[in-house]
């Protein structure tokens, strides 16, 4: 069973930064992309950013430039960087994952969610 865990979440305010960590286990942790994803209140979860095998990102337009997505394969460890953070980033944060190896980084349908880990940014 695959689990994922994040942290790294908190109260900021506008223009600081936060690193969100995921861990992950139950599984090789290199063949697999991984992935950002988020929901704020009233809204649906939407893709932030992923990161496949071989260390291919992408990113949603809204994110580019700010966020930076990362793995440390030796630490099962996905991270996502936040700089300059906006008010309209604040929301629960998942990492996801998919069930089979070698996926896009897009993450179209990921299997495995962690609990997810808020952040709020006030302006």
């Known amino acids: 069973q695959v689990h994922l865990v994040e942290s790294g979440g908190g109260l900021v305010q506008a223009g600081a930064s936060l690193r969100l960590s995921c861990s992950a286990s139950?599984?090789?942790?290199?063949?697999?992309?991984m992935g950002w994803f988020r929901q704020a209140p009233g809204k649906e979860r939407e893709f932030v950013a992923g990161?496949?095998?071989?260390?291919?990102?992408t990113y949603k337009d809204a994110v580019k430039g700010r966020f930076t997505i990362s793995r440390d394969n030796g630490k099962s460890t996905v991270y996502l960087q936040m700089n300059t953070l906006k008010p309209e980033d604040s929301a629960v944060y998942f990492c996801?994952?998919?069930?089979?190896?070698?996926?896009?980084?897009?993450?179209?349908?990921?299997?495995?969610w962690g609990q997810g880990t808020q952040v709020t940014v006030s302006s």
């Open positions: 990161i496949n095998w071989i260390h291919g990102v």
């Open positions: 139950g599984r090789l942790f290199e063949d697999y992309a």
């Open positions: 996801a994952t998919d069930k089979s190896p070698y996926g896009s980084n897009t993450l179209p349908n990921p299997t495995y």
